[in-house]
């Protein structure tokens, strides 16, 4: 069963072949994460859009249970380095929608935020073997521990501007990117590494909470 285009990217050539590639892929992650939905729904975002990665021309947002929002964009040059992103961005936000982690319920203490892109960014690296730079973390372990320490004083509300986009994107106080994200791939590995006998597959199965308590 085909999944179904709700927005369309603005290319139908382009778009066709996009969603033969993109039904594969969305095969392949279903036989690792049993859970997803069977008939997703996918929304193209606008060429325009800040979603989309100047880095990769791909995008990509976990919007609801049923619904994957992808950024493509159609003049990007190196379209086999996208195409290898997009896959990458399929399996991390099939993660999140998986775990129920969506634009439309996430409004969550930012811990559980951490764990939950810290999962998607390891799932990246380990299933479809792409290290992406919003995983690289510092290698002064102190510096991680402090993100970790302030983040986990963050509780909803979180404001979008103030708290969320400057911990998940870019901090110009600090001058650092994905910071929400370096610090959660961090914390993920360290879980994976004290308890050997999971997987990361494993952990996709459990709630962020499951998942802080195994650490604590
Ligand atoms: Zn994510």
Do not use: C
């Amino acid at each position: 069963m085909p999944l179904k285009v709700i927005q369309d990217l603005g290319n139908d050539m382009v778009q066709s072949e996009l969603m033969l590639k993109i039904d594969k892929w969305y095969d392949e992650v279903r036989v690792i994460l049993p859970n997803l939905p069977e008939n997703l729904q996918i929304f193209f975002l606008d060429q325009n859009s800040e979603n989309i990665m100047p880095e990769s021309g791909i995008g990509g947002i976990a919007y609801s249970n049923e619904i994957m929002s992808l950024g493509f964009d159609l003049n990007f040059e190196d379209k086999k380095e996208q195409l290898l992103q997009l896959k990458s961005t399929i399996f991390h936000e099939a993660v999140h929608i998986a775990q129920g982690h969506t634009l439309l319920s996430n409004d969550v203490p930012l811990l559980e935020s951490m764990v939950y892109e810290g999962l998607a960014t390891v799932f990246e690296k380990e299933i479809v073997g792409i290290d992406q730079p919003y995983g690289k973390y510092p290698k002064d372990i102190s510096i991680i521990e402090d993100w970790v320490d302030r983040i986990s004083l963050i509780n909803p509300p979180v404001d979008f501007e103030s708290e969320y986009s400057r911990w998940a994107f870019y901090d110009s106080d600090e001058d650092e990117a994905w910071k929400l994200y370096k610090a959660g791939t961090w914390y993920i590995d360290q879980v994976l590494s004290e308890n050997k006998n999971l997987s990361i597959i494993d952990l996709t199965k459990m709630t962020a909470t499951e998942i802080l308590n195994l650490k604590r």
